[in-house]
Nanobody
Framework: QVQLVESGGGLVQAGGSLRLSCLAS????????MGWFRQSPGKEREFVGG????????YYADSVKGRFTISRDNAKNTVYLQMNSLKAEDTAVYYC???????????????WGQGTQVTVSS
């Protein structure tokens, strides 16, 4: 069992930055690929990016590529989402998720956090 808790969301002006964190419980964090997703009202939850078990590989949705960066610290059981050059369309609830093996862009993850709200004002 893995419990995930996101933090770092908030209100930011367009062009600004935020860093989200996702803290995982348990001693097997390094065995899980991690993903970040977001969901805005009336829309489906969408893949933002993911990171492999060791952190050696990262993957991004086209909409955030070049602006967002995912990293992880397995010693701290934490995965991060650094968001720069934020746009109004990035407004959403952001979720981290964990699954064994590889990153996938679907919502096929075993564990999810409760989400953190990110609001970008234009």
């Amino acid at each position: 069992q893995v419990q995930l808790v996101e933090s770092g969301g908030g209100l930011v002006q367009a062009g600004g930055s935020l860093r989200l964190s996702c803290l995982a419980s348990g001693r097997t964090f390094s065995r899980y690929a991690m993903g970040w997703f977001r969901q805005s009202p009336g829309k489906e939850r969408e893949f933002v990016g993911g990171i492999s078990l060791s952190g050696g590989s990262t993957y991004y949705a086209d909409s955030v590529k070049g602006r967002f960066t995912i990293s992880r610290d397995n010693a701290k059981n934490t995965v991060y989402l650094q968001m720069n050059s934020l746009k109004a369309e990035d407004t959403a609830v952001y979720y981290c998720a964990a699954r064994r093996s590889i990153v996938v862009v679907t919502t096929d993850y075993s564990y999810w956090g409760q989400g953190t709200q990110v609001t970008v004002s234009s």
